[in-house]
């Protein structure tokens, strides 16, 4: 299973991964956070840096950020593209940023086809999306910088981000519409009450591990008999 979470700083995404995973088995599970690329990471395509992170068969991955921000923070900053090798767009039009005007539809295909192939092959996507409102965002920043415990926590780049509220919020609204399938749908979770956010996550993942029928493995009669003739050597 992956698990992917998305949403503005502070929506408490690792609030809701720590507490939603606490009771699994950490050996079942693997979390990795997706920050600015690097150099090398560059030079691929840009479901690369991701692809590789996969989760193997039998565990859970969790990616808190992911390959969607390809279509978000990318979207809000099409000036990131030209880090990519993509400075005049794959097609050559370009919209009122300067971005190719194909490049996004281009890129949710892409997203919905890697799911869809992973489906296929047995890993189930759940994508979560923790909807923050504008307001409850400034509340935590200030909590951030009045609590010295949390100071961590705080970049001045955030606020920097806030000044583009409208427009991530309209690249929100596109990728959903355009990369929630049957077999890898988006939940919109309303994210200001952190304890509802919490429980929501953690029911949907719930009913998700019930509908896949989960259960160990049968031992085959051949296993049985083995097994049976052991225990009775080790009782005797």
């Known amino acids: 299973m992956l698990l992917i979470f998305q949403g503005m700083d502070s929506a408490g995404k690792d609030g809701a991964i720590q507490h ?17 690329p690097s150099e090398a990471e560059l030079q691929h395509d840009f479901l690369g840096r991701t692809t590789r992170d996969l989760p193997e068969r039998g565990r859970i991955g969790i990616f808190n950020r992911s390959y969607y921000e390809e279509v978000l923070i990318v979207r809000v900053h099409p000036n990131i593209l030209r880090s990519e090798g993509l400075a005049d767009g794959p097609n050559g039009a370009k919209d009122a940023k300067g971005s190719n005007t194909d490049i996004w539809q281009d890129r949710y295909r892409s997203i919905v086809e890697l799911e869809r192939h992973l489906h296929v092959n047995g890993t189930r996507i759940v994508k979560f999306f923790l909807h923050l409102s504008e307001e409850e965002q400034r509340k935590r920043f200030i909590e951030r910088i009045d609590d010295p415990a949390k100071n961590w926590k705080f970049a001045a780049a955030d606020i920097q981000e806030r000044k583009f509220w409208p427009d991530y919020m309209t690249a929100y609204e596109q990728c959903l519409s355009a990369t929630s399938t049957s077999d890898s749908p988006w939940y919109v979770v309303l994210a200001d009450d952190k304890n509802n956010s919490r429980l929501i996550v953690s029911q949907i993942v719930l009913e998700t591990f019930e509908a896949m029928g989960l259960a160990y493995p049968k031992a085959s009669a051949a296993r049985l008999g083995e097994l049976k003739a052991i225990r009775a050597e080790l009782a005797a």
């Open 20 to 36: 939603v995973m606490s009771g699994v088995n950490p050996q079942g599970c693997q979390v990795f956070s997706f920050k600015h």
